[in-house]
């Protein structure tokens, strides 16, 4: 049985790593190079990191700070936030990232996806998708940051971007990101459990037993997280010994 895992996101801005609610109301949380090496000797399995302003200002994710990254940390760690092209791509691998996210873009050109996989292999290609459920009672794909609603439903575009060639699926959902609610267990559920590749669960840790929902109820391969790793309120090594002693298969 494959472990699940605990990867704390790192959202950048300017920077310095930022946290907000819904996608709002950011407020500072330290430097990500500093917290990405406190979370990796605490026990992580992976890391994300993403520059959430990248995509709205045209900006393309500092290549420096990657490499910091990977001089200080020894686990896995993705990067996303404007990338567009291949040669972002092989900026962001060359300069030491393991994986690469891919969310407005990818959606704008989706031969872009085909085009990393054939190039990068499909391991390193991460389809992120920011999603919200509508009253419609439909998980719809929103773009820029969340603040365009797409004309696709979120498991449609999952497919098909597994089609492509992405690797993996990141979900986030915007009404639980931040709320400390827990995660939204029915779309998780729905892409875990119709997709051939892992999918990532974002949006809505607040307790450890939210963890264990995502795990057993929604069927996720990996659990992301970040304010609750940030400011203290859950500790790594303690969730995991925590889903452990529930017969969930992490690496301790």
Avoid at 66 to 91: K, L, Y
Wanted: aromatic share 6%; glycine share 8%.
């Amino acid at each position: 049985m494959l472990t699940k895992r605990i990867i704390p996101c790192l959202d950048v801005k300017d920077g310095r790593t930022v946290k907000g609610t819904n996608f709002v109301n950011l407020r500072d949380a330290g430097d990500p190079v500093d917290l990405g090496e406190i979370y990796a000797l605490r026990g992580a399995d992976e890391l994300v990191f993403l520059d959430i302003t990248a995509t709205v200002e045209k900006r393309k994710t500092l290549s420096e700070m990657v490499r910091r990254i990977a001089h200080r940390i020894n686990i896995p760690f993705t990067v996303g936030g404007g990338v567009s092209d291949i040669r972002d791509v092989e900026m962001l691998l060359n300069s030491g990232a393991d994986k690469i996210t891919i969310n407005s873009a990818a959606f704008k050109r989706p031969s872009l996806i085909s085009d990393l996989a054939r190039n990068f292999g499909s391991q390193c290609v991460v389809l992120a998708i920011d999603t919200k459920k509508e009253s419609d009672g439909v998980w719809w794909v929103y773009l820029q940051g969340g603040r365009i609603r797409a004309n696709e439903t979120c498991i449609t575009w999952a497919r098909r971007g597994v089609d492509l060639g992405a690797g993996e699926i990141l979900v986030t959902s915007m009404d639980h990101d931040g709320t400390k609610h827990g995660f939204a267990l029915d779309i998780t559920r729905t892409l875990s459990t119709e997709l051939p590749v892992p999918v990532i669960a974002s949006g809505g840790a607040g307790q450890m037993n939210h963890f264990t929902d995502v795990f057993q109820i929604a069927k996720a391969d990996a659990a992301l997280a970040a304010s609750i790793f940030h400011f203290g309120e859950i500790e790594i090594r303690a969730l995991k010994t925590y889903l452990k002693e529930r017969s969930i298969n992490v690496r301790i």
